[in-house]
């Protein structure tokens, strides 16, 4: 069995933060896409998602650069800051899965 490196994604957000269409917070839809992304090689306990309010955690600013809400980080990597299309997230989110598969 090949060890891996913990996945763990940063979700800065801010509660009021919904998406337009889905009506649903922001944060639910992207932590769904992201869901859908992981290969289904990793378990559970290989990736973690975190949100973090900003309202709540100013001095998280401060250590990351939060250039827009929502701001996405995947293992203290930059993803993407602001609204971003589910087909640009998707994208990413393939390519960052195909650069740790490359990694192991």
Do not use: A, C, Q
Not at 17 to 31: A, L, N, R
Request: net charge neutral.
């Amino acid at each position: 069995m090949v060890s891996r490196k913990k996945i763990e994604f940063l979700l800065f957000t801010d509660k009021k933060v919904f998406h337009k269409s889905k009506k649903i917070p922001f944060h639910e839809w992207i932590k769904s896409i992201i869901l859908s992304m992981i290969p289904k090689k990793y378990s559970e306990g290989d990736y973690e998602i975190k949100t973090i309010y900003i309202e709540e955690n100013p001095e998280m600013n401060e250590k990351y650069d939060i250039p827009n809400i929502p701001t996405l980080y995947m293992n203290d990597e930059f993803i993407f800051g602001g609204d971003v299309p589910e087909w640009l997230l998707r994208r990413i989110l393939k390519g960052r899965f195909e650069e740790l598969e490359k990694i192991i």
